[in-house]
């Protein structure tokens, strides 16, 4: 019964998530948050060596999720029914290849698509920031703006802002690939403790 | 094959177009456009593309196999070292700064995604409204992207519509 839960879910995953590996995370969000098999935080972790191993990052993380969920057999399942709705559509559309480049209705359902995509990957964004930079084991009730400045977590706060500037605006260094950062990070997070 | 489906396209032009000589210039280009704009993971689409235009649907299965395959065994491998030295506080501590690094990475995609799908008002609305629908609710993902396409559809056709008149 999991691995059938498993493949529907993450079917469902490769047939609605457009827009590459990130455009999955919101889906692999909502599996977490309905079926309980793992917390945000646990996510996070995952995107995070997703991004630093080699292959498409889609893909890392449906093995990844999967594996958590029920080790090599979850890994499997759940990667191979992710890639099945790209595999049927794929065949389809490449049967029909000119006529589907100049749909019209295709080009018009990607337009409201794609910002939908984007507002949903934002979202997701908003969950990571969540575990990130706000102390998760200090319980308050965020009732008052005090309690709520009590829960952020200011040095990673303050990271978190030195990272935003170094990855968009310094020139040479905003090119390094993402496991660079992540590697400094992990470095930043041993040592300065957060 | 590192950086994901954005960092293949080089690497198949190299070993599929010059070294293979199995299709033009002009063809992965389509292929990689075609990826992009159908659900699921780039990479995984170029390559089924491609396997399907060699060889028809088994074609198309075992080239996405074969993408899939190194991410299986890599992550499987990192999954299992990484279970074994979770609970240790150091790797906590690492764990906890490479979050704020993802929070970032995330977010700057999320910029770069929008510089070409935020370019007008309505695609703006669109993105604010499911931004918000999917922060404060868990409204399913699937209803807002299918609701987003009908919402494009609409949208654009009232737009020619009034064009025409």
Known sequence: ?????????????????????????????????????????????????????????????????????????????ATLSEVMPSI???????????????NQYIKDGFYGLRAASTGLIGAACFSVAKVALLKINVHVNIRTVLSFM?????????????????????????????????????????IWKF | MFGGGYAMLPILQREIVENKAWVSEEEIADYYAIGQCTPGAIAVNTATFLGYKKRGVLGGIIATLG??????????????????????????NAFKGIRVAVFVLILNSVVKI?????????????????LIVSIVTKFSPIITVLAAAVLGIAVQWYRRKRRNK
């Not at chain 1, 049927?88 to 100049?102: E, G, M, N, P, T």
Request: with cysteine; glycine share 6%.
């Open chain 2, 114 to 130: 929008g510089k070409s799908a935020i370019i007008d008002k309505v695609t703006l609305f669109i993105f604010l409204v499911v």
């Open chain 1, 88 to 102: 049927i559509i794929i065949s389809i559309v490449a049967a029909v290849l000119q006529k589907f480049k100049d």
């Open chain 1, 1 to 77: 019964m999991l691995y059938l839960k498993l493949f529907c879910e993450f079917f469902k995953t490769g047939l609605f998530a457009v827009g590459g590996g990130m455009a999955t995370l919101p889906f692999l969000s909502a599996i977490g948050d309905t079926t309980k098999w793992f917390s945000p935080m646990q996510l996070a972790n995952m995107v995070a060596v997703s991004e630093s191993t080699p292959g498409p990052l889609g893909i890392n993380m449906a093995t990844y999720v999967g594996y958590t969920i029920s080790h090599a057999a979850g890994a499997v399942i």
């Open chain 2, 67 to 92: 993408v899939i395959s190194p991410s299986l065994l890599i992550i499987m491998l990192l999954a299992n070292i990484i279970s074994r030295f979770e609970h240790y506080p150091f790797v906590e």
């Open chain 1, 150 to 190: 009590k829960m952020i977590n200011w040095k990673a706060l303050l990271f978190a802002c030195i990272l935003l500037i170094i990855t968009n605006w310094i020139p040479k260094i905003k090119q390094w690939h993402p496991i660079v950062f992540i590697a400094i990070s992990a470095l930043v997070g041993m």
